[in-house]
């Protein structure tokens, strides 16, 4: 399974860009879905993550700090699919953005960690 990441790109501070993330394959079961950053010289760090997906609109997220209020997480089971609503957007969320997912391909397969490639997000200030 490979996880695509997109919809990164250069915005100014105070712009909005929405993140997508699809799997290459169905997936059976996805526990969570998150979007992880890291900008240059830090730690990845947790953006968001939604659990518990139902349907295309349902799910528990949370979010980190900085980011509340201004990105919503979403996930559609029957897509494998993960998106980052990002609004606002400050210098300081200049990053790597990288999608992850937890799940099993078949009712059969173990649970197994999933990482896209990532996609760059730059805010110009």
């Known amino acids: 399974v490979q996880l695509q990441a997109s919809g990164g790109g250069l915005v100014q501070s105070g712009g909005s860009l929405r993140l997508a993330c699809t799997a290459s394959?169905?997936?059976?079961?996805?526990?969570?879905m998150a979007w992880y950053r890291q900008a240059p010289g830090k730690q990845r760090e947790l953006v968001a993550l939604i659990s518990s997906i139902t349907g295309s609109s349902g799910g528990s997220t949370s979010y980190a700090d900085s980011v509340k209020g201004r990105f919503a997480i979403s996930g559609d089971n029957a897509k494998s699919a993960t998106y980052l609503q990002m609004n606002n957007l400050k210098s300081e969320d200049t990053a790597v953005y990288y999608c992850?997912?937890?799940?099993?391909?078949?009712?059969?397969?173990?649970?197994?960690?999933?990482w896209g490639q990532g996609t760059l997000v730059t805010v110009s200030s």
């Open positions: 394959e169905s997936i059976f079961s996805i526990n969570d």
């Open positions: 992850y997912l937890n799940g099993r391909r078949t009712s059969w397969s173990n649970w197994k960690d999933y």
